[in-house]
């Protein structure tokens, strides 16, 4: 055998073994990160967890809140009364809207969330951004058109908003097990 075809040889051989080896190059598709952190894990657990208790806590506290308020709506907003309150019959049901909106926002943003639904980030921080607004502008309503000072326990609930935006909105934005989770 001469060296060509001897060589030819070594290259029809080679071409055979090589056929038989799965190919490993690397792919469009196989280049893709793997999705770690991903799932309801980490530091994710806390909101969801904010989340469930909220369901109850919500309309605890509205009962709680309100409960003397429907005992004695009639005194309070019969102009014939005198423990008549000006607006605050206007007052009662701006709050009511609002914790109404509250509660079918979380309960859509506990569907989005447990089905991983990519919607989910957005209606969290609206979920946050509303819950706060909401609590600033029921404080500067009640103290304008009810005349009551605003006490420590308000204060103390907008600071908590307040905190709870500032941490969890970026939260939110930046995470990578959020982007790795929430991509339906």
């Known amino acids: 055998m001469n060296d060509s075809e001897d060589c030819s040889v070594r290259e029809g ?16 598709r196989d280049a893709k990160p793997p999705l770690k952190p991903a ?4 530091w994710l657990i806390l909101p969801m967890l904010g989340l469930i208790v909220s369901l ?22 019969d102009p014939t009364s005198s423990y008549f309150m000006p607006l605050f019959k206007e007052l009662t049901y701006f709050e009511v809207m609002g914790n109404v909106i509250l509660y079918g926002t979380l309960l859509y943003l506990c569907y989005l ?28 309503l009640v103290k304008e058109l009810l ?19 500032a941490i969890w909105i970026p939260y939110f934005l930046t995470s990578v097990r959020v982007k790795n989770t929430f991509l339906n």
């Open 13 to 28: 051989s080679n071409k055979a073994f090589l056929q038989d080896i799965p190919n490993k190059s690397p792919t469009a």
């Open 39 to 42: 799932g309801l894990g980490g």
């Open 56 to 77: 109850f806590y919500l309309p605890f506290s509205f009962w709680v809140a309100y409960a003397d308020v429907f005992e004695y709506w009639n005194l309070l907003t």
């Open 113 to 140: 969330f447990f089905t991983k639904k990519k919607l989910a980030v957005k209606v969290i921080i609206f979920f946050y951004v509303f819950s706060l607004i909401l609590i600033i502008a029921d404080v500067i």
């Open 147 to 165: 005349a009551v000072p605003v006490d420590d326990k308000d204060v103390k609930e907008i600071i908590r908003g307040a905190v709870v935006c």
